[in-house]
């Protein structure tokens, strides 16, 4: 049962484990670092749909339904599903999973979902509220830059501060303790931050006060320090978030965490070789590194326990036009390797 | 002692990398160039052609705005705009794009309230705008020609 520990951070006690994860992605990402990690690779980003939003529907789907296969469950086993992505009413998740008759929690946190979905599923299994719950959310490039910025083919020029929202669904399927299995230790749900970046082209400077917060307050709730773990790992805060990040932490909490961090943003691309200006973003960068690149490493015991701290630019392209800043929130979830693994 | 906005904010602009103007303006410079001279070719093409002065006026922007859509409908144009900037976007090339990818974008709302409703999102502004200021100019030479 989850034991609050500190102010902010819940200690599940029980350690539910990731029984199953699955990673699916786009061209682009398929062509990057990451190539050999995704569980499948599609090379046309409109999955043979008649849209971008069907699209990114089929490819969370795709992505629960192999990570379901992958621990060894079908969805009538699994009590919850929790999970969004970026579209507006979250339709991307809900038409995308309609079909599989699990109860849903659907979520929006923006790029920080996967944390989030990943956060709350453990602790309703740590809770014995569920047996089984998914976790999953996804972004598209086309689906993203229609709702938020321009057409496709729009003649455009992007600053070198803006990031590219990939085309890649995470799902990871949560159950009981399993000695073979990754695990869950902790969670901290972060609070919304806003130190009044308005520029919806440099998301990263935007999140990055609220990773910091997030990664502050789990230090200080558990008595721990960066040196404790084998990587900390944000979502989506590109070059310049991570390096503004490093800067707060330093600054603000006397934390260095230059050692041991990278960010979702910076794995999935080959930043310059594909031209994505300063990284990767979307709910499916973190949802789709971490459950394919990091849970293998976790696994195999390259890495003993990493903190993914998913961050969300919390903004609408109403609010934007209206002038306001944006609100960020960052949530951090413990993951483990398997007791089993040395 | 936490980091407070304004802080936050020189930070910002510290750690974020500007755009490479010089190279910017230098591209645009060029590519813009090359748009409008060959807009100068088709004048005189069109001119050899024996085409008359108001014919050839309307025939150069015609061909220009063909081919941008050709181009944005196989999608090259925005490939190079990305590099041309400003040099794709101020000669009637960038209007054309602006009317044309959104044409493509929201078919998938319908003819009407997806291709029809959003073809002028980008370009409306632009439209709206240029009109009035086609009115304030008009009235102040109109004044002016009181005199």
């Known amino acids: ?342 | 002692m936490s980091t407070t906005g304004k802080e936050y904010n020189e930070m910002t602009k510290k750690a974020s990398p500007p755009s490479p103007k010089v190279m910017d303006i230098l591209k645009a410079f060029l590519i813009g160039g090359l748009i409008c001279a060959f807009g100068q070719a088709l004048n005189a093409l069109y001119t050899m052609a024996h085409l008359s002065e108001t014919e050839v006026k309307a025939a150069v922007p015609v061909t220009l705005i063909v081919l941008t859509a050709i181009l944005t409908g196989i999608g090259v144009f925005d490939k190079i705009a990305k590099h041309a900037g400003a040099g794709t976007i101020v000669p009637i090339t960038g209007f054309a794009n602006s009317i044309v990818s959104p044409a493509m974008e929201f078919q998938a709302e319908g003819r009407i309230l997806g291709t029809g409703a959003k073809l002028f999102t980008i370009a409306g502004p632009v439209i709206a705008y240029g009109c009035s200021a086609a009115v304030v100019y008009g009235l102040i030479i109109y004044i002016f020609g009181l005199y």
Do not use: W
């Open chain 1, 1 to 342: 049962m989850a034991i609050r520990q500190g102010r902010y951070t819940l200690n599940l006690t029980t350690r539910p484990s990731i029984l199953g994860n699955a990673a699916v992605v786009g061209k682009t990402e398929g062509e990057g670092p990451l190539s050999a990690e995704f569980d499948h690779i599609y090379t046309d980003d409109t999955l043979g749909e008649i849209s971008f939003e069907k699209a990114e529907s089929t490819l969370q789907r795709e992505a629960i339904i192999r990570a379901l296969d992958k621990a060894g469950k079908t969805p009538a086993d699994i009590d919850y599903i929790l999970a969004g992505d970026l579209l507006n009413q979250c339709i991307g998740t809900s038409f995308g999973i309609r079909e599989l008759g699990i109860p849903f929690l659907g979520l929006y946190g923006a790029c920080s979902t996967m944390a989030l979905s990943l956060g709350l599923a453990s602790v309703l299994v740590d809770a014995k509220a569920a047996n089984f719950a998914v976790a999953s959310t996804s972004s598209h490039f086309a689906s993203a830059e229609r709702q938020f910025r321009q057409p496709l083919e729009y003649g455009g020029q992007r600053p070198p501060t803006a990031q590219r929202t990939a085309t890649a669904a995470g799902a990871s399927v949560v159950g009981c303790s399993d000695p073979n299995k990754p695990c869950v230790e902790a969670v901290t749900f972060g609070k919304i931050m806003d130190l009044g970046i308005k520029d919806a082209n440099n998301m990263g400077a935007a999140m990055a006060p609220a990773a910091a917060d997030t990664i502050a307050n789990f230090f200080t709730d558990t008595a721990t320090s960066p040196a404790d773990y084998d990587l900390i790992l944000t979502g989506d805060l590109g070059i310049v978030g991570s390096q503004l990040l490093k800067e707060l932490l330093q600054k603000d909490h006397n934390i260095d965490i230059s050692r041991n961090h990278t960010d979702c943003g910076l794995l999935i691309y080959d930043i310059e070789g594909q031209d994505v200006h300063a990284g990767g973003s979307g709910c499916g960068c973190a949802g789709s590194v971490f459950n394919s690149y990091i849970l293998r490493r976790i696994c195999e015991g390259d890495l003993k326990n990493v903190l993914l701290v998913a961050t969300g630019a919390l903004m609408s392209p109403t609010s934007t036009l209206q002038g306001e800043s944006i609100p960020s929130v960052a949530h951090a979830v413990l993951v483990s390797k398997p007791q089993n693994v040395s």
